[in-house]
């Protein structure tokens, strides 16, 4: 036994006795197991979690079997090893390679969402000054710059996300998130429910993003959207 569990950690407390005696039958009864298939002739290299006061241990398990001068299987030798700390450091890089893919994929992601979303806005822009002052048309065309620049936004949290730019915080008037919030879902709401807001006359400042702040309250009112129009 290299770094063994404070059962086995010395030859007396474990010489002549089974791994059921010692380590009582749930966790015994696996490791019994797995030495039966090798007497069986079967050589075995495998991890075995093992649970010891509360705290879950992971095993390196080597056996394979002995025999005579004649071939026959007289027995086994293994040895078994902690690996617990080295799974877990191999666990945590994984992890954190996983999460560096993501940020680059999320920072990808934003770099092209930006461009085309920078197109829509400077098309929008032309046809602004096309349509001239008093036009139908600049109502919902005012009503999409202000979604692309909501977009803009969100993208601007992934780049933060991706570590490719600072997350804005500083003091906001919560009264500019939740009209900026109104304008964006006011085109959903149907003939059926009526949105009437109550912001006060004087400023009610948060510490936070902007961005973050009109996220948080969209998806709220978009719930509450979708709960009226399936309730009918």
Do not use: C
């Not at 089974?18 to 009582?24: F, K, W, Y």
């Not at 009864?29 to 075995?44: D, F, M, Y």
């Not at 400023?203 to 959207?225: I, S, Y």
């Amino acid at each position: 036994m290299v770094n063994p569990i404070p059962p086995m950690q010395d030859v007396e407390s474990v010489l002549g006795r089974t791994d059921v005696e010692i380590l009582g039958p749930q966790e015994g009864g696996p490791l019994e197991a797995l030495k039966a298939r090798v007497l069986a002739g079967e050589e075995i290299y495998d991890e075995i979690a093992i649970e010891y006061e509360g705290v879950t241990r992971i095993f390196e398990a080597h056996y394979r079997p002995q025999h005579d001068a004649n071939g026959a299987i007289v027995g086994l030798l293994g040895f078994v090893r902690d690996v617990t700390v080295r799974r877990r450091e191999e666990q945590e890089a994984a992890e954190r390679s996983r999460a560096e893919a993501l940020a680059l994929l999320a920072g990808g992601a934003a770099h092209d969402l930006g461009n085309i979303l920078a197109a829509l806005t400077a098309n929008l822009s032309l046809a602004q000054l096309e349509l001239g002052a008093g036009h139908p048309a600049l109502a919902p065309i005012e009503r999409a710059n202000a979604s692309v620049a909501a977009a803009a936004a969100m993208t601007r949290q992934l780049l933060g996300y991706a570590g490719q730019a600072a997350i804005l915080r500083g003091p906001v008037d919560l009264r500019d998130v939740a009209r900026e919030v109104i304008s964006l879902i006011e085109p959903r709401i149907g003939a059926g429910i009526s949105l009437r807001p109550a912001l006060g006359s004087e400023p009610a400042r948060a510490e936070g993003d902007p961005t973050a702040l009109v996220q948080v309250l969209l998806n709220l009112l978009r719930n509450a959207l979708d709960s009226l129009e399936s309730a009918g």
